[in-house]
């Protein structure tokens, strides 16, 4: 049975980005298993700590929420991603099975983790989606492999613009911000140069 995950960041006992993660989780649904009622997060959430970061992790399937768990997070530090090519990839939904995006992250070599390119363009990293500042605006790929609920919301602001970013735009971008649910917006970002040029090609096709 199809298993699917939403990644809360409790930020001192507060749910952040609830709504967005509710929709999500409500569209995944439907996509599924149409005619699914939707579902209430805020029904699900227990007790969390006052005070830190905490992961509260939700896994749902067709018959609604299947286990809750809430964990202390701790950033993890990222100061180099390594381009790897991976053109048929697909992960649209957040799955439990995540088997594509480890075998493409054990390729990453020294790096801290990778970037993954799909027919030329740029998408998102093993965990998190990106955006690229070219000394006036930050631009996020058009097409991620997953389109997360921070990238929602940073859309939904303004703070963000879609676009095709091609590999060989990324000499006219200074800076690399990585974001998620559990990743906030500038607190993990590295200099564009930080991104490894040579393409790490998988030697069989990825597909989930």
Not at 67 to 82: G, N
Not at 162 to 183: C, G, Q, W
């Amino acid at each position: 049975m199809c298993q699917f995950i939403e990644t809360i960041r409790i930020d001192s006992g507060e749910a952040r980005n609830l709504t967005y993660h509710e929709q999500r989780l409500n569209d995944t649904r439907n996509h599924f298993w149409p005619g699914s009622h939707a579902l209430q997060l805020a029904d699900f959430l227990p007790p969390v700590p006052e005070s830190g970061i905490h992961k509260l992790r939700i896994v749902y399937g067709q018959d609604g929420i299947e286990d809750v768990t809430c964990t202390p997070y701790l950033l993890r530090p990222i100061r180099s991603l390594a381009l790897i090519q991976a053109d048929d990839i697909s992960y649209t939904y957040k799955s439990t099975d995540r088997q594509v995006l480890d075998r493409l992250f054990a390729q990453r070599g020294s790096c801290d983790d990778i970037l993954i390119v799909r027919r030329h363009l740029l998408t998102d990293t093993s965990i998190a989606n990106i955006a690229l500042f070219d000394g006036k605006h930050w631009h996020t790929p058009q097409s991620p492999l997953l389109k997360g609920t921070k990238r929602a919301e940073l859309l939904d602001k303004g703070i963000l613009s879609e676009r095709k970013i091609h590999v060989e735009d990324i000499p006219s971008y200074s800076t690399v911000r990585l974001f998620n649910a559990m990743i906030d917006w500038g607190e993990l970002e590295l200099p564009a140069v930080c991104l490894h040029s040579a393409f790490r090609t998988p030697h069989s096709p990825l597909q989930k």
